[in-house]
Nanobody, 122 residues
Framework: QVQLVESGGGSVQAGGSLRLSCAASIRTFSSSAMGWFRQAPGKEGEVVAAISYNGASAYYADSVKGRFTISRDNAKNTVYLQMNSLKPEDTAVYYC???????????????WGQGTQVTVSS
């Protein structure tokens, strides 16, 4: 059974950091692209970062470029999102997702986690 479990969310003040983790029970994890998507109430959701199956390529949304870093450990079937210099507008539920290739298109991802809340206060 495919399962993605996010952890590491929480509340932090603006300028702080959080590291999200996503443990994946996917047989094809090492050949899957992984992405992080966020959804805030009343706002359009976006794929904030994605990484290729081998970690060689990454995508970042303009809104997080230079502040967020995506990485993965295929030996642990885990993908990470290091979030630095957090802003109140980063407040959202963050979801990890698995797909065939790096893309900013939400619907291209096949498997999804349940999400973890990130709240940034000013």
């Amino acid at each position: 059974q495919v399962q993605l479990v996010e952890s590491g969310g929480g509340s932090v003040q603006a300028g702080g950091s959080l590291r999200l983790s996503c443990a994946a029970s996917i047989r094809t994890f090492s050949s899957s692209a992984m992405g992080w998507f966020r959804q805030a109430p009343g706002k359009e959701g976006e794929v904030v970062a994605a990484i290729s199956y081998n970690g060689a390529s990454a995508y970042y949304a303009d809104s997080v470029k230079g502040r967020f870093t995506i990485s993965r450990d295929n030996a642990k079937n885990t993908v990470y999102l290091q979030m630095n210099s957090l802003k109140p507008e980063d407040t959202a539920v963050y979801y990890c997702a698995a797909g065939q290739y790096i893309t900013s298109v939400r619907d291209a991802y096949t498997y999804w986690g349940q999400g973890t809340q990130v709240t940034v206060s000013s």
